[in-house]
């Protein structure tokens, strides 16, 4: 696939998300802070829209520059260009938090704490065994390499340059080779991990199974995307499969979350405002919830004033430094 | 277990979180809607969804088990037990009640509630109120 091609889908994609991303959280939260669904048509409201677009617009601009400047020649560049409308964004959205958080709506309802009393043993639902399947997806690809073994070359590239020349190698051993199929196997583990993780620590509500069923379909996603690329010593490479999934999958995605913020009905977690800092990072020592509804788009984040939250952290992230350098040891030349 | 059994507080009130949930738990035992061989959340559950320390709702269980509701189980879910008759309360705790209705009824007529419109609400509770 062309280089030039594989980067503008990579960049219209990180951008579809970056602007997309104020009309992905419930109708009542603006950059987190809980102002009503009508505020944002005010004028600081509008104001509060057009800190955080000045902004991410600008680190798109600046990307597009940045690659026109100096070409995709470069690894660095092409990074770069990736990173930085993200940033931007991230930057604008904390700006336009905390120009927004005078107009907090007072804290009365939000202290309004509802519970079911039934003992039933908290239990995963039974479509979660949908997330079996995708582990099938890298043992099929080691399949594939082990029936076409002999077809593979003694001597592979495994790094290319931007411009498509290969620039590392390696030799065909069953570690090399099937190094990034296991790495995609340990993803999806970790992926589902997450996922139990956030479902038992979380509230009971709706948006728990949805968030499951979010997770389970993500691993779908990266285990096609990570076999397709564990693929890559075998004789018809099949690039265009993760290439060509990815912006109809964040499409889909983005699109549900939008129509789920939008509607009035959604529930939404009751949490003190003054335990967010920073739009989304949730501190709260007398909340034992492990996860909380994050404020602003999809999912949960970690509350970190459960004094389990630290330890979560560390093993989640350690995993996730274990996997990667499993990745960079078995495919990057051993 | 029926789906009703809920209970709701509000952490910005004054009340203490576990007299609460002591209150709003004993409603539901005193109306027969959590009956005998019920079992509770655990108390690492229940505080999860409120959002409580889980100090606050071992406390709430601890007083209606030693009020006789529940039977604690170290390791096991809270069980809601039979009473069984209970002896009428003494008259010093009758005086008790008095003086808290008394409160709460003045209250209500210091923020214009009709005399019969309390003591229509007085009647329909208690004769919601089965045990």
């Known amino acids: ?334 | 277990m029926p789906s009703a059994a809920k209970i709701r507080i509000d952490l910005n009130s004054p009340v203490p979180a576990y007299r609460q949930i002591v209150d709003a738990i004993r409603v539901l035992l005193v109306e027969d809607r959590l009956t005998p061989g019920t079992a509770l959340p655990s108390v690492r559950r229940l505080a999860m969804e409120l959002g409580v320390h889980f100090n606050t709702v071992g406390e709430a269980y601890r007083e209606l088990a030693e009020e006789g509701w529940l039977d604690l189980h170290h390791g096991r879910s809270a069980l809601v037990v039979d009473r069984g008759q209970r002896a009428p309360a003494p008259p010093e705790r009758l005086l008790e009640f008095r003086d808290r209705l008394r409160n709460l009824v003045a209250q209500m007529r210091a923020e214009g509630v009709p005399s019969a419109r309390i003591a229509a609400e007085l009647r329909t509770i208690t004769e919601g109120l089965k045990s």
């Open chain 1, 1 to 334: 696939m062309n280089p030039t091609a594989l980067f503008a889908i990579t960049l219209a994609s990180v951008c579809g998300v970056t602007l997309a991303a104020p009309s992905l959280s419930p109708a009542r939260f603006l950059f987190g802070v809980r102002v009503g669904a009508p505020f944002r048509k005010t004028g600081p409201g509008r104001e509060a829209l057009r800190i955080y677009y000045t902004h991410d617009v600008t680190g798109i601009a600046i990307a597009i520059a940045l690659v026109f400047a100096l070409g995709l020649h470069r690894e660095w560049t092409w990074m770069l260009a990736i990173l930085l409308p993200e940033a931007a964004a991230v930057l604008g959205y904390y700006r336009a938090n905390r120009r927004l958080r005078p107009f907090a709506a007072p804290a009365d309802a939000t202290g309004v704490r509802e519970a079911d009393l039934f003992a039933a043993e908290d239990r995963l639902p039974r479509w979660a065994l949908w997330a079996v399947p995708p582990f099938l997806l890298p043992m099929a690809g080691a399949a594939y390499l082990h029936a076409h073994w002999n077809e593979i070359p003694a001597r592979i590239a495994t790094h290319y340059g931007i411009d498509g020349q290969p620039n590392g190698w390696t030799t065909r051993t069953p570690l090399h080779l099937y190094g990034l199929l296991i790495f995609a196997a340990g993803l999806l583990l970790w992926i589902f991990l997450l996922g139990i993780a956030s479902y038992f620590g979380a509230r009971r509500s709706p948006g728990r199974r949805s968030m499951l069923g979010v997770t389970i379909s993500v691993m779908y996603l990266m285990g096609t995307v990570f076999t397709a690329a564990g693929l890559w010593a075998a004789p018809h490479f099949p690039l265009w499969i993760p290439v060509s999934i990815l912006p109809p999958y964040l499409a889909g995605v983005l699109h549900w979350t939008y129509r789920r913020g939008a509607d009035a009905k959604t529930p939404v977690e009751s949490t003190p405002d003054e335990c967010w800092s920073l739009g989304d990072i949730y501190n709260n020592p007398n909340d034992p919830a492990l996860f909380v509804a994050k404020r602003m788009g999809l999912g949960y984040t970690i509350n970190f004033g459960n004094p389990y939250a630290k330890w979560f952290a560390m093993g989640f992230l350690g995993g996730m430094g274990l996997l990667i350098a499993f990745m960079f040891w078995t495919v990057m030349g051993g």
